[in-house]
């Protein structure tokens, strides 16, 4: 599973109701492998509602005071990807008590602490709470920076997102474009390969702050096209972002 629309209905129907069944026989292991493998399917058909459902049943049979549970393989994985629903869902009723009991547990230093800096950058930035978010972001850039961490978790993307929201636009930018220029961005395929939809969505968002619309526009044309072959957790919002954004670009052209 996790290849989102790829999944069949009926596949899906079965892995969630298998996810329900580990929950009632309190096999954690299999119930976060499971529910983790299916929650970018459920989420990119628009049905993140049922991952925080699931995954609240889950969290209640969990034993939060006993910290070798953050050894269960994709448990740091579950747990972000919950809460990240969560929250798009308007649900930080449920991120919350997550939020605090896994951040009690989750040891500095490692590559789980660079990933939940990236959540937590990333949550706070959904709620626009952007002094907190750059300060999650710029901890997991710093942490992951200092080490010899293996790891592919990443803060920078989120960090990007909270400075821009926080209206520094132009250190966003810079670090959307990860060495390379605008030119190189506009020059680039939709499908080159090494330009994921949300990069050239949100640099495009940035130029369009600085008035810069054709360019912009160009470059969610090209996010909207990868969109519409993606199936992560946060597809479906990022399909209605370019959505919007290419619409406020017609509507100030008149």
């Not at 821009?164 to 959307?176: E, M, Q």
Request: glycine residues 8%; hydrophobic residues 45%; negative net charge.
């Amino acid at each position: 599973y996790g290849k989102g629309l790829a999944i069949t209905v009926e596949d899906l129907q079965d892995a969630t109701f298998r996810a329900e069944l580990l929950v009632e026989c309190r096999d954690v292991e299999l119930a976060v492998k499971t529910l983790g493998d299916i929650s970018d399917a459920l989420a990119s058909r628009g049905l993140g509602r049922e991952v925080v459902r699931i995954g609240s049943d889950l969290l209640a049979i969990l034993d939060w005071s006993d910290k070798k549970i953050t050894d269960l393989p994709d448990f740091g994985k579950f747990i972000g990807t919950l809460v990240k629903v969560a929250i798009a869902y308007q649900r930080e009723d449920v991120a919350r008590p997550v939020i605090d009991k896994y951040s009690k547990l989750v040891a500095k230093g490692t590559a789980a602490y660079v990933a939940w800096c990236a959540i937590m950058c990333y949550v706070e930035w959904s709620l626009r709470k952007y002094e907190d978010a750059i300060r999650w972001g710029r901890e997991g850039v710093r942490v992951k920076g200092e080490s010899d961490l293996d790891t592919q978790s990443d803060a920078a993307h989120s960090l990007a997102l909270a400075l821009r929201g926080s209206g520094n636009v132009t250190d966003a930018l810079t670090v959307f474009l990860r060495g390379r220029t605008v030119d190189d961005i506009l020059r680039a395929e939709h499908n080159d390969g090494q330009t994921p939809a949300a990069t050239f969505g949100n640099i495009g968002r940035c130029l369009h702050k600085e008035g810069r619309v054709d360019a912009a526009l160009r470059c969610y044309a090209k996010s909207a096209l990868l969109l519409e072959e993606a199936s992560d957790v946060t597809s479906i919002v990022n399909r209605g972002w370019a959505a919007l954004w290419i619409g406020e670009v017609f509507l100030e052209k008149g």
